[in-house]
Every structure is written in C-alpha cells, then in structure tokens.
C-alpha cells in the first residue's frame, strides 16, 4: 500500500492549509490514519491519528487542527487552521491496516512541505 501526500505549501502566520493523503493498492480494512511531523534538527512527533472510534491530537495542535478521514476514499486529512511559525516542519501521513492478502501492512507517505512565516 502506498500513501501519496499533498497540499503542503508557503503560508502566513494565522492562515490555513489543509493536507490530503490518498492510499493506493489493494486495501482490505484500515486500522488507523494519522499525520506526524517533523522540524529541522528535531525527531517525528505526533501530530494526530484517527481510526473508527476516536482521534488523537498532539497538545501543541488542540482546538487548531482537525483530522478526518474518508473511509471509501482511503484517504486522511488533516485541516490546519490558526498556523504558527513553529508549525514549520515536513508532514508525514501513515496508515496501518490489512492489504492484499489481509497482511499487515504499515505505510509511510513521502512527506510534504508546511512553512508558516511572514
């Protein structure tokens, strides 16, 4: 299963971007979806995860970002509104479920750009 991320880009302090994550491949049931992130010179951190039943959210994003998912899609999102400059980092998606097969699989997206700066 391969996750393809967009939507990143250049914003201003304040705005908003929203982040897109589509899977492809032979997807037969999803455990979770979530969005990490990482800074220059500081580890992947959590961000927020969604499965059937709950969602998760890293404190420093509470009340600011929303992630959702789109189960006939197979694809997460995850909505940034309120953007601060510390928010600055690549953002990864993740899925975890079964695939062909009904393997376990763990996916990774490529990553996209988030720059908040004036």
């Known amino acids: 299963v391969q996750l393809q991320a967009y939507g990143g880009g250049l914003v201003r302090p304040g705005g908003s971007l929203r982040l897109s994550c589509a899977a492809s491949?032979?997807?037969?049931?999803?455990?979770?979806m979530g969005w990490y992130r990482q800074a220059p010179g500081k580890q992947r951190e959590l961000v927020a995860t969604?499965?059937?039943?709950?969602?998760t959210y890293a404190d420093s994003v509470k009340g600011r970002f929303t992630i959702s998912r789109d189960n006939a899609k197979v694809t997460v999102y995850l909505q940034m509104n309120s953007l601060k400059p510390e928010d600055t980092a690549v953002y990864y998606c993740?899925?975890?479920?079964?695939?062909?097969?009904?393997?376990?699989?763990?996916?990774w997206g490529q990553g996209t750009q988030v720059t908040v700066s004036s």
């Open positions: 993740n899925a975890e479920g079964k695939g062909l097969g009904w393997k376990d699989f763990r996916s």
């Open positions: 491949g032979v997807v037969l049931n999803i455990n979770g």
């Open positions: 969604v499965t059937d039943d709950s969602t």
